[in-house]
């Protein structure tokens, strides 16, 4: 069941890897607006299922505490990214609020029943080195003029990092919950746009299908996989993974000719990925230990 939950988990940062093409491919729609449309969007499988099942409702009964750690990490996250973006330069506040896979590992530590171990530790590290050479192509600049800036990026990275390791305490409460979770979280982003930007819509038909896949898969369905896989699965080696995001992200922005391809791509490729099988050690182990055993072999009752 780990393994499984764990797997489901990765399957939403392969989904977060497409975010970047597909806000490309979205138009000049504002952030706080495509952010209230994609999660609006985000939650109609959960309503339907609803409707369907109705008796499924019972389940969206949960404690305040679930709800406001909740809304706090699904809209915390993206309006402090927001912030970040306009008030510091787009690089260096990426690579800030990226440090939130870092803080996962190390921060599984204080959690009941999860041992820190050095491979996950260096396992983080490595995708980290990787994230930099991927997000870093052209250097960085920090100006203290853009502290604000990159004060809000890094209460990004805690903010998601922290409902991470928290909803891993509130295993008990169904992943259906993460449906209220972007309805709420849409509203807030709504109340922002209307306050903040100016409105503007999508204008062909593969702008629109691009905001669709959005709210259906990056936005969406990622949330639901991820809140699964952190409750149930290795959350150490969701966090050391979750650095792949970037690396995919820009392969494919490559693979349809946003990006060219060099020698740090590939560098990158190998710090990464070494560093999630790294940090998976203990996975692979387990996956070796559960192999059928001989009669003379097995433990005895």
């Given at each position: 069941?780990?393994?499984?939950?764990?797997?489901?988990?990765?399957?939403?940062?392969?989904?977060?890897?497409?975010?970047?093409?597909?806000?490309?491919?979205?138009?000049?729609?504002?952030?706080?607006q495509?952010?209230?449309?994609?999660?609006?969007?985000?939650?109609?499988?959960?309503?339907?299922?609803?409707?369907?099942?109705?008796?499924?409702?019972?389940?969206?009964?949960?404690?305040?505490?679930?709800?406001?750690?909740?809304?706090?990490?699904?809209?915390?996250?993206?309006?402090?990214?927001?912030?970040?973006?306009?008030?510091?330069?787009?690089?260096?506040?990426?690579?800030?609020a990226?440090?939130?896979?870092?803080?996962?590992?190390?921060?599984?530590?204080?959690?009941?029943?999860?041992?820190?171990?050095?491979?996950?530790?260096?396992?983080?590290?490595?995708?980290?080195?990787?994230?930099?050479?991927?997000?870093?192509?052209?250097?960085?600049?920090?100006?203290?003029?853009?502290?604000?800036?990159?004060?809000a990026?890094?209460?990004?990275?805690?903010?998601?990092?922290?409902?991470?390791?928290?909803?891993?305490?509130?295993?008990?409460?169904?992943?259906?919950?993460?449906?209220?979770?972007?309805?709420?979280?849409?509203?807030?982003?709504?109340?922002?746009?209307?306050?903040?930007?100016?409105?503007?819509?999508?204008?062909s038909?593969?702008?629109?299908?691009?905001?669709?896949?959005?709210?259906?898969?990056?936005?969406?369905?990622?949330?639901y996989?991820?809140?699964?896989?952190?409750?149930?699965?290795?959350?150490?080696?969701?966090?050391?993974?979750?650095?792949?995001?970037?690396?995919?992200?820009?392969?494919?922005?490559?693979?349809?000719?946003?990006?060219?391809?060099?020698?740090?791509?590939?560098?990158?490729?190998?710090?990464?990925?070494?560093?999630?099988?790294?940090?998976?050690s203990?996975?692979?182990?387990?996956?070796?230990?559960?192999?059928?055993?001989?009669?003379?072999?097995?433990?005895?009752?």
């Amino acid at each position: 069941m780990k393994i499984k939950a764990t797997l489901i988990g990765f399957s939403a940062i392969l989904m977060w890897s497409f975010l970047a093409l597909m806000t490309a491919a979205s138009g000049k729609m504002p952030p706080f607006q495509l952010s209230a449309v994609c999660f609006a969007i985000g939650a109609l499988p959960g309503i339907v299922t609803f409707i369907l099942k109705p008796q499924r409702l019972q389940l969206l009964r949960q404690p305040a505490k679930v709800w406001i750690v909740g809304i706090a990490g699904l809209f915390g996250y993206h309006f402090l990214y927001f912030t970040a973006l306009r008030n510091a330069p787009a690089v260096e506040a990426g690579l800030i609020a990226y440090l939130w896979p870092l803080l996962i590992v190390f921060g599984s530590a204080l959690l009941p029943g999860e041992r820190l171990r050095w491979y996950h530790c260096a396992g983080a590290v490595a995708g980290l080195c990787g994230t930099v050479l991927i997000v870093g192509k052209n250097g960085f600049h920090f100006d203290p003029a853009y502290a604000f800036g990159y004060g809000a990026a890094f209460l990004c990275a805690f903010t998601w990092s922290g409902y991470s390791l928290i909803t891993r305490r509130f295993e008990a409460a169904s992943t259906d919950v993460v449906t209220g979770f972007c309805l709420a979280t849409s509203l807030l982003s709504l109340l922002c746009h209307l306050g903040l930007e100016e409105t503007i819509w999508p204008e062909s038909l593969s702008q629109w299908l691009a905001v669709i896949g959005l709210g259906l898969l990056p936005v969406g369905a990622a949330f639901y996989a991820w809140d699964f896989g952190v409750k149930n699965g290795d959350i150490q080696i969701l966090g050391a993974a979750s650095y792949a995001a970037p690396l995919l992200s820009t392969l494919i922005l490559i693979l349809f000719g946003f990006a060219e391809p060099d020698l740090r791509i590939a560098l990158a490729c190998a710090l990464i990925t070494g560093g999630a099988v790294l940090a998976a050690s203990d996975m692979f182990r387990r996956r070796k230990g559960t192999s059928p055993a001989a009669p003379s072999q097995r433990p005895q009752n």
